[in-house]
């Protein structure tokens, strides 16, 4: 019995210490320590918190001290690293500002050499003005302190004037007869010549002329020319003004006609045929229209009646809206009127056609495929009329075998009858600016009648975009064919530029900022002038005494065979 008992007594005691064992294991576990706190300073722009904290991460720190971040903001250690104790949080406050400043623009002085003036004397022709811009910067920021300042826009609200002054210029030119009115360009001015080369003088003083059109009246007696928008207008391209040529210091008359990429006289003087565009940004910096509009000019009183205060006027109307969009026609056409002024041709990069301007219908004479340039440019055919207004020179985009149509280099020179019965390559090869001109019709000894085509011919054809250039003249139908300029000790034409005079026995050729005059039967030349910076010219009126104007009527009759 007394066994018994012990034995009981003894598994209660064990039982009774197993509880008390897992009871204290039990209080032990929930008696744990927490984790040890870590000390933690956080920098912003505007304040410094020193706290004590269990998190794990910078961003639950962060959270915890109810600062909020900005999109830009930055944090030093980055928002998921672990916190150490003693650890320092730098939050850096990013933002980003515009900042706009205004600055003038300097003008610049611009000197241009003058045959108007005693040589070495000095003469201001335009006052300088000062521009005006305004920038636009980008500044980022940290903490309220500026640390990146980069020009986001740069707007020009005024643009600057030039000075120009004019030097008088040292020209020991011989003096040669002119017939008829020759007009040009020189320094952004037009300036002309009659009677004497001697004689030359400046039309304008405005220094502007753009050189989209220049363009002379049949009889000479007035100048057509656009002038360059300098008014901050951004979307107008040019205007078009008026300039008597017979008055010594003749006003000039705008003509409240704007954007024009063409414009030329009617065969009566009366107006002009002109079609026009729009400054765009990005290259090339307009959008041809490619319509076709008249002008008649009212108030155009003869010289020897003008008093210098005419009110010369325009009167606008639309013959033609645009033809239906087709190869880079951006880029714009080339017209030529025809000289009895009823049919205009034009020439865009794949086809030259005419325009019957009384009924208003275009016909397209010559297809070929628009060469591919590689470039932010179009080449487009040139044009040129006969004196009878029946064929037409052109140049156009030819083919090589074995090559892609649009990259062929082949450019060859075509006459063209208006109605298409004859289409006739004349001179192949020639080079993409061949610039073809067909002369005024003259009187051989004979009592016949003939007329010339002068046009370039590529040193390099091939490479004819680089080339350059030889100035030829042949009949209309390609027979005698001969090079007229330059002489052998010149360079080559960059392209011709040239103007036949009103009797088709001379031309004035602009060459490296010079003109030339050329007797085209004995080849002989002369220097016109000598300021190197002449271009352009234009040359119209009567033919030389005891010639007879030749240049207009379908019943000519001539000696090419061509017909």
């Given at each position: 019995m007394d066994g018994r008992m012990h034995a009981l007594r003894r598994r209660i005691w064990l039982l009774m210490a197993l509880l008390i064992g897992v009871s204290m294991m039990r209080l032990t576990g929930c008696l744990a320590p927490a984790p040890a706190a870590k000390l933690v300073t956080i920098e912003t722009s505007d304040m410094r918190l020193v706290m004590y904290t269990t998190a794990g991460t910078v961003r639950e720190v962060l959270q915890q001290a109810g600062i909020s971040l900005g999109q830009m903001d930055r944090v030093e250690p980055d928002l998921w690293q672990e916190v150490q104790d003693g650890a320092t949080v730098r939050v850096v406050r990013v933002e980003e500002r515009q900042e706009t400043e205004r600055r003038p623009i300097p003008f610049s002085q611009k000197i241009i050499k003058s045959e108007a003036l005693p040589p070495g004397e000095r003469k201001l022709l335009q006052l300088g003005v000062n521009g005006e811009e305004e920038i636009v910067y980008r500044l980022v920021l940290e903490n309220g302190q500026v640390v990146e300042r980069t020009e986001a826009q740069r707007i020009i609200i005024k643009p600057p004037v030039d000075e120009i002054i004019a030097v008088g210029l040292q020209a020991d030119l011989p003096s040669v007869p002119i017939t008829g009115t020759l007009v040009y360009i020189s320094a952004g001015n037009a300036w002309?010549?009659?009677?004497?080369?001697?004689?030359?003088?400046?039309?304008?003083?405005?220094?502007?002329?753009?050189?989209?059109?220049?363009?002379?009246?049949?009889?000479?007696?007035?100048?057509?020319?656009?002038?360059?928008?300098?008014?901050?207008?951004?979307?107008?391209?040019?205007?078009?003004?008026?300039?008597?040529?017979?008055?010594?210091?003749?006003?000039?008359?705008?003509?409240?006609?704007?954007?024009?990429?063409?414009?030329?006289?009617?065969?009566?003087?009366?107006?002009?045929?002109?079609?026009?565009?729009?400054?765009?940004?990005?290259?090339?910096?307009?959008?041809?229209?490619?319509?076709?509009?008249?002008?008649?000019?009212?108030?155009?009183?003869?010289?020897?009646?003008?008093?210098?205060?005419?009110?010369?006027?325009?009167?606008?109307?639309?013959?033609?809206?645009?033809?239906?969009?087709?190869?880079?026609?951006?880029?714009?056409?080339?017209?030529?009127?025809?000289?009895?002024?009823?049919?205009?041709?034009?020439?865009?990069?794949?086809?030259?056609?005419?325009?019957?301007?009384?009924?208003?219908?275009?016909?397209?004479?010559?297809?070929?495929?628009?060469?591919?340039?590689?470039?932010?440019?179009?080449?487009?055919?040139?044009?040129?009329?006969?004196?009878?207004?029946?064929?037409?020179?052109?140049?156009?985009?030819?083919?090589?075998?074995?090559?892609?149509?649009?990259?062929?280099?082949?450019?060859?020179?075509?006459?063209?009858?208006?109605?298409?019965?004859?289409?006739?390559?004349?001179?192949?090869?020639?080079?993409?600016?061949?610039?073809?001109?067909?002369?005024?019709?003259?009187?051989?000894?004979?009592?016949?009648?003939?007329?010339?085509?002068?046009?370039?011919?590529?040193?390099?054809?091939?490479?004819?975009?680089?080339?350059?250039?030889?100035l030829y003249v042949m009949d209309r139908d390609g027979s005698n064919r001969r090079k007229l300029f330059p002489p052998a000790d010149m360079p080559g034409l960059v392209a011709p530029e040239l103007a036949w005079s009103p009797d088709g026995r001379r031309m004035v050729i602009a060459h490296q900022g010079y003109l030339y005059l050329l007797d085209v039967d004995s080849g002989t030349w002369q220097k016109l002038t000598a300021d190197g910076q002449s271009g352009q010219p234009r040359w119209a009126g009567e033919p030389t005494a005891g010639e007879e104007d030749m240049g207009h009527g379908e019943e000519t009759t001539t000696k090419d065979s061509g017909r």
């Open positions: 002309v010549m009659r009677g004497t080369s001697a004689s030359r003088r400046p039309l304008t003083s405005s220094g502007d002329l753009d050189g989209r059109v220049l363009a002379l009246s049949p009889d000479g007696e007035w100048l057509v020319y656009s002038r360059a928008e300098t008014g901050g207008r951004p979307h107008v391209l040019n205007s078009l003004w008026i300039v008597g040529t017979s008055i010594l210091n003749e006003p000039s008359y705008p003509l409240g006609i704007e954007g024009v990429m063409y414009a030329e006289w009617t065969a009566d003087g009366k107006g002009i045929i002109y079609s026009t565009a729009e400054r765009t940004g990005g290259a090339p910096g307009w959008r041809a229209h490619n319509d076709i509009w008249k002008a008649t000019i009212y108030g155009l009183t003869p010289a020897g009646k003008r008093t210098g205060n005419e009110r010369i006027t325009a009167l606008t109307q639309k013959l033609l809206d645009p033809p239906a969009e087709t190869v880079y026609s951006w880029w714009g056409t080339h017209f030529a009127l025809s000289p009895d002024g009823r049919w205009l041709a034009y020439g865009q990069a794949d086809e030259v056609g005419i325009i019957d301007l009384r009924a208003g219908t275009r016909s397209p004479l010559l297809h070929f495929a628009a060469y591919h340039t590689y470039g932010e440019w179009v080449w487009l055919p040139e044009l040129s009329w006969s004196p009878d207004s029946r064929y037409l020179a052109c140049s156009v985009h030819g083919q090589m075998e074995g090559m892609d149509p649009e990259d062929s280099p082949v450019f060859d020179l075509w006459v063209v009858e208006r109605t298409g019965a004859v289409k006739v390559p004349i001179a192949p090869d020639v080079g993409m600016w061949t610039a073809p001109a067909w002369s005024p019709a003259r009187r051989l000894p004979d009592g016949s009648r003939e007329s010339a085509i002068a046009f370039g011919v590529a040193y390099s054809p091939r490479n004819s975009q680089d080339s350059r250039y030889d």
